[in-house]
Structures are given as structure tokens and as C-alpha cells.
């Protein structure tokens, strides 16, 4: 039974949740190179928390009912507006909320002839494409460039047609950490008349930290000519708790665009800024209290900590035989591959040493590689960090790469997964040695290696039912 017949004690619920979460992966001391992002700051994190649950309960769906959330998210958005350039904003539930808001913003103000279109580099977040899928609209991916990541102004201004709406542009892209030639691209979009959104997601409240701690970092924001919308995550290197993003308009109306109003039912008054309509305002709180405890000195101090970590991780791996670093990452993004490691194995090994490197499949000739995002926590860690490194491709190049069944790759590829219920597809997972119903940390390596060899679009309808059936 899921649900209990009396109701249970407090005490015993979060006994309950403590032993619930005995296999996750721990959220605080940098062993998690993704997901998650620590200060190593307990007291902004306890700060944040009892601000969430103090405005827990509160129901952003009326800010008239609710006047505290609006001065919280004036503050929260002018904060981000501050730093990035001006605009007005939305505080959203994360980053793809706020991409889908630019989408809709940009499609709802620019009508086009015939099926909008979006023109976005290979390296651009899944969000756009997530987007343009709830939203009608039609995806023109351009390649980037093979050795530096970067895309390519010139593939980017050439796929603009007359029915493109939105051209896009990363600060920095997440698989690699590099920044996107934020000025040609944005000025190529402009002189077509095409809005421009840069996603900022990940470097938009950190690259102005890094410049002011000396890093060399382009010009990326709403300052630069033609960029006409940003977003921003405060669940990143905002270290706000998970449910926090803004994204910024340069054009007021164009905030106007990405709202929804309804009155074509009896009922109460429907207008949202965001796509979501009752919720809480405890990630608000969060953000509000996160920016309040650390403040301008306390993230200058972090971008400092934080470059520093990144640059002495990147030269650390390139000193370990048979790893690269890919590309020349300006944020705090890392990714290496090899030529001659299985970096699925690699990526198993250090989670039994207890790290969690996320591994990152090839993909329009990029080739398969390990992604750290490197965090305010890192720099008293990296030593220790590339140890395991070291000591996870010393083991993963003994072992060799993953041993897949001999057509197990095809028999996935052609296989009728209509087909099979979940139970069936669970019982063939099983069956080369994947365990989706198990506790504790899997090993992925073989899994990772057969979505490896598949096309995309073969992933995109494995992986859904990898989805499937873990929640079924």
C-alpha cells in the first residue's frame, strides 16, 4: 500500500527518508561533479533552506494575494539585470522554463509566414529542442567548430530563412565549457531582424564573477548589441536551492510576449509570467535569502576559488597520460576524453571510488568524453579529484573498453520497441547484465556504450524507456 491507513509521526517519516536516500549521491562536499553546487558554506545553505520553507507554503499564482513575492522576485531579477546588462525579467523554475518563455516570447512577437524556426548550434542546451517541440517550432541546428566547440557565426547566419524567429547562442555551452561568439552571432541575427537569445544558464551569474577575479571573458549579456534575451539559473552558481532561474528581456514587450492570460472560462482570473500557474514560492525565498547571505563579496570570493580549481583541473588532466582536455574552456566546465581509455569505464571506476564524473556521448563528431563542472567547493578537493582521475584511467585502461554482446547493438537498433511492454524490455536489460530495478550505483559503462553506437533519434526512444520502466 502506498498510502498508510493511519497517518504516520514526523520523526518516523524522516527516518524513513533518510533511509530512502542511503544510495544517493551526496549533494555537499564536491565528489558530485554535477547536479549539484556547493559553496562549502553551510550557513548560506542553512540560510537559504529556512528561507525556502518560510515562504513554502505561499502561492505565486496571485502576486496581489501575495505582495511579498512580488518585491522578493523584483529584487531576485533586478539582481540578475544588475549583472547582466539590464532588461526586465521572469523568475522562472530553472533553466528550460526560461528558455521555453524566450521561445514563446520570440515566436508570439514575431509572426512569421509559415512555420517558425530556430537556428541553434549542435552544442545548444535540449531545452531548445524541448521547447520547440511543446511550441510548434521548427529546429535548424548548425555545426560548430571541431577543434574549438565554438559555433560558427557564419553556418548560424546562414541558416536564418525568412521564417526564422530566434537565433541562438551559449554562454558558455554546457558539454564543453566554451563560450559562443556571443557579439558575430548577435549582430548576424540583428541585421536580419531576428531576435537573439543567449543561453546563460549555467555562466550567467559566474562569467561576470570570473572577469572580475581575472579571467579573460568575452562579452556575452544583454550590453551586447542584438542580444534581445538571457537566461540565468540561480540554482547554479547562484547556489540557490534547485527551482531557480531568470531570464531577461531587453524589450519590455517582449516580457509581454512570454506571458498567458485566459479569460475564456467563468472561473477566477488566469494570467502567468510563467509556464507553470500554482506554485511555490519556497525557491524564491531560497534565491532571495542565497543572494542576501553571500552578497557581491561573497561571489567575488567563489569566482576566485572557482577559477582557480577550474585552471589547475584542466592542466591536472592534460598531465595524465592518454587525456585531453576538449576545447579551451573560458567558465568552469570541464570535459576530457582519450583515445585510448574507455572514458564509460573510466567514468564507473571513480564512481566505486566514490566520485561521480558524468560521462557525455558523442555526438555530431564530438567524440564520447567525461564532463566536471568544477564549484565554489572544488579548489580543497581538486588534488584529491585527480588522484581518482589518475587512478580510475589507470584501472579503465586495464580493464579495457565496456565487452558488449555480439549484436547487442544491432538487435537494439532494429528493435520494435512498441513491441515490448516495460516488463519485456526490463527482462532484456537484465539480460546483458543491467539491473534497472536495483538500488545502490549502477555501472554504466555498458549501457553508456550501446546508446554510444546508436543514432539519436535510436537513444532518444531507448532512453525513454530506460525511463519507463525505472518508475514503473
Known amino acids: 500500500m502506498n498510502l498508510p491507513d493511519k497517518g504516520r509521526d514526523a520523526g518516523e517519516l524522516l527516518t524513513e527518508i533518510a533511509r530512502l536516500k542511503e544510495a544517493d549521491l551526496p549533494v555537499r562536499g564536491g565528489r558530485v561533479t554535477a547536479y549539484v553546487y556547493d559553496t562549502g558554506r553551510p550557513e548560506v545553505h542553512e540560510a537559504a533552506t529556512r528561507a525556502y520553507v518560510e515562504m513554502l507554503e505561499v502561492n505565486t499564482l496571485d502576486p496581489t494575494a501575495f505582495p511579498s513575492v512580488v518585491e522578493m522576485e523584483r529584487q531576485v531579477v533586478g539582481a540578475v539585470a544588475d549583472l547582466l546588462g539590464g532588461g526586465t525579467g521572469i523568475f522562472t523554475s530553472g533553466g528550460t522554463e526560461s528558455i521555453m518563455l524566450a521561445v514563446k516570447a520570440a515566436r508570439d512577437s514575431r509572426p512569421v509566414a509559415g512555420r517558425p524556426r530556430m537556428v541553434v548550434p549542435v552544442t545548444a542546451h535540449p531545452a531548445f529542442h524541448k521547447a520547440a517541440h511543446y511550441l510548434g517550432v521548427v529546429v535548424d541546428a548548425v555545426p560548430v567548430d571541431p577543434v574549438t566547440f565554438r559555433a560558427d557565426a557564419a553556418a548560424v547566419e546562414d541558416a536564418i530563412t525568412g521564417d526564422t524567429v530566434l537565433v541562438v547562442a551559449s554562454a558558455p555551452s554546457y558539454p564543453q565549457g566554451v563560450m559562443d561568439p556571443v557579439e558575430a552571432i548577435a549582430a548576424a541575427a540583428s541585421a536580419r531582424g531576428v531576435l537573439c537569445h543567449v543561453d546563460a544558464c549555467v555562466g550567467g551569474w559566474l562569467l561576470p564573477w570570473l572577469r572580475e577575479a581575472g579571467a579573460e571573458i568575452p562579452p556575452f549579456d544583454l550590453s551586447v548589441r542584438g542580444v534581445t534575451s538571457i537566461s540565468c539559473d540561480l540554482h547554479k552558481f547562484g547556489y540557490?536551492?534547485?527551482?531557480?532561474?531568470?531570464?531577461?528581456?531587453?524589450?519590455?514587450?517582449?516580457r509581454r510576449a512570454a506571458y498567458f492570460a485566459s479569460a475564456s472560462w467563468p472561473g477566477y482570473t488566469v494570467i502567468n509570467a510563467t509556464v507553470q500557474s500554482s506554485k511555490s514560492a519556497g525557491p524564491l525565498g531560497g534565491a532571495w535569502a542565497t543572494l542576501q547571505a553571500l552578497g557581491r563579496e561573497g561571489y567575488l570570493e567563489l569566482g576566485r576559488t572557482t577559477l582557480a580549481a577550474a585552471r589547475r583541473l584542466r592542466e591536472g588532466v592534460a598531465a595524465i597520460g592518454g587525456l585531453r582536455v576538449l576545447g579551451e574552456p573560458e567558465s568552469s566546465l570541464v570535459a576530457f576524453t582519450s583515445d585510448e581509455i574507455d572514458v564509460f569505464v573510466l567514468s564507473d571506476e571513480a564512481r566505486r571510488r566514490g566520485w561521480f564524473l558524468q560521462p557525455q556521448l558523442s555526438y555530431a563528431g564530438i567524440p564520447a568524453n567525461i564532463h566536471i563542472t568544477v564549484t565554489g567547493v572544488t579548489l580543497g578537493g581538486v588534488e584529491a579529484m585527480l588522484e581518482v582521475i589518475a587512478e580510475s584511467a589507470a584501472a579503465a585502461r586495464e580493464r579495457g573498453p565496456a565487452e558488449l554482446p555480439?549484436?547487442?547493438?544491432?538487435?537494439?537498433?532494429?528493435?520494435?520497441?512498441?513491441?515490448?511492454?516495460?516488463a519485456a524490455f526490463g527482462e532484456l536489460a537484465a539480460s546483458v547484465g543491467v539491473d534497472?530495478?536495483?538500488?545502490?550505483?549502477?555501472?554504466?559503462?555498458?549501457?553508456?556504450?550501446?546508446?554510444?553506437?546508436?543514432?539519436?533519434?535510436?537513444?532518444e526512444a531507448v532512453l525513454i524507456r530506460f525511463l519507463s520502466v525505472i518508475y514503473g
Open 436 to 459: 534497472l530495478n536495483g538500488s545502490g550505483q549502477p555501472e554504466m559503462a555498458v549501457v553508456n556504450a550501446v546508446l554510444d553506437a546508436l543514432p539519436a533519434d535510436r537513444r
Open 240 to 254: 540557490s536551492p534547485k527551482g531557480a532561474s531568470v531570464v531577461l528581456f531587453a524589450d519590455p514587450a517582449l
Open 406 to 422: 555480439e549484436g547487442l547493438v544491432e538487435l537494439v537498433a532494429e528493435l520494435d520497441l512498441e513491441a515490448l511492454d516495460d
